[in-house]
T-cell receptor, first 114, second 110 residues
Framework: DAEITQSPRHKITETGRQVTLACHQTWNHNNMFWYRQDLGHGLRLIHYSYGVQDTNKGEVSDGYSVSRSNTEDLPLTLESAASSQTSVYFC?????????????FGQGTRLTVV | QKEVEQNSGPLSVPEGAIASLNCTYSDRGSQSFFWYRQYSGKSPELIMSIYSNGDKEDGRFTAQLNKASQYVSLLIRDSQPSDSATYLCAVIQYGNKLVFGAGTILRVKS
C-alpha cells in the first residue's frame, strides 16, 4: 500500500546540533508539507513544496530548511537546534492536481532538544 | 488575525448529544475545507471534506460551509465517548497552501 513515513519517530538532540527529519511518501503526490504541533497551537506550517525543486516558507520557518530533489522525499533540517524547537513534527502530502485535495499524514516525529 | 480560528475548548457534551464545532477563516480565496480528528499521540485523520456552500452529511457527521461568512462547522450527532478527541479545521488557501486551526478539544461524557 502507498504510504507516508517519517523517521526517526523519536529523537533527542543537543542544542546547536544540526538535525534532519526524513519524510518519504510513495503516492507520488506533488504537494508535501511540514508542520510542528505544540500544545495550544495546533498544526503550524513550517515549509511546503509543490514539486521537485520547489520550496516555500510557512508561518514558522525560521531555523528550518527543506529541499525537494525528488517527488518522494522532503527532508526537514534544523540548522542549529534550539530548545524552542522541541515539538512533534508532522509531514503530510496531497495532490490537488489529481483530485487528492485532502492531506495524508505521517506518524509524526517527537523531537526533544536538550 | 489568525488564518484559521477555532475555539480551543474543551467542549463537553453528554453521550448521545449533538456536538457542534466551529471554525472561521480569513482568506476569501479559500476553496477547500476539511475537518480532521486527532487522538492523543496520533496523527490527524480526515473525517470530512467540503468544497461548496451548504451541508454535507456522512453518517453521524455533517459539515456546513458558508463562504460569504467565511465559516465552517462540524456537527456530530449521537456523540459517543470514542468521539473524544481534538478536531482540527483545515483550509486550502489560494495557491494550495494547507493551513490548520489550533483545534477544539471535544469530550463526550458517558
Amino acid at each position: 500500500d502507498a504510504e507516508i513515513t517519517q523517521s526517526p519517530r523519536h529523537k533527542i538532540t543537543e542544542t546547536g546540533r544540526q538535525v534532519t527529519l526524513a519524510c518519504h511518501q510513495t503516492w507520488n503526490h506533488n504537494n508535501m508539507f511540514w508542520y510542528r504541533q505544540d500544545l495550544g497551537h495546533g498544526l503550524r506550517l513550517i515549509h511546503y513544496s509543490y514539486g521537485v525543486q520547489d520550496t516555500n516558507k510557512g508561518e514558522v520557518s525560521d531555523g528550518y530548511s527543506v529541499s525537494r530533489s525528488n517527488t518522494e522525499d522532503l527532508p526537514l533540517t534544523l540548522e542549529s537546534a534550539a530548545s524552542s524547537q522541541t515539538s512533534v513534527y508532522f509531514c503530510a502530502s496531497s495532490d490537488p492536481g489529481t483530485g487528492v485535495t485532502e492531506a495524508f499524514f505521517g506518524q509524526g516525529t517527537r523531537l526533544t532538544v536538550v | 488575525q489568525k488564518e484559521v480560528e477555532q475555539n480551543s475548548g474543551p467542549l463537553s457534551v453528554p453521550e448521545g448529544a449533538i456536538a457542534s464545532l466551529n471554525c472561521t477563516y480569513s482568506d476569501r480565496g479559500s476553496q477547500s475545507f476539511f475537518w480532521y480528528r486527532q487522538y492523543s499521540g496520533k496523527s490527524p485523520e480526515l473525517i470530512m471534506s467540503i468544497y461548496s456552500n451548504g451541508d454535507k452529511e456522512d453518517g453521524r457527521f455533517t459539515a456546513q460551509l458558508n463562504k460569504a461568512s467565511q465559516y465552517v462547522s462540524l456537527l456530530i450527532r449521537d456523540s459517543q465517548p470514542s468521539d473524544s478527541a481534538t478536531y482540527l479545521c483545515a483550509v486550502i488557501q489560494y495557491g494550495n497552501k494547507l493551513v490548520f486551526g489550533a483545534g477544539t478539544i471535544l469530550r463526550v461524557k458517558s
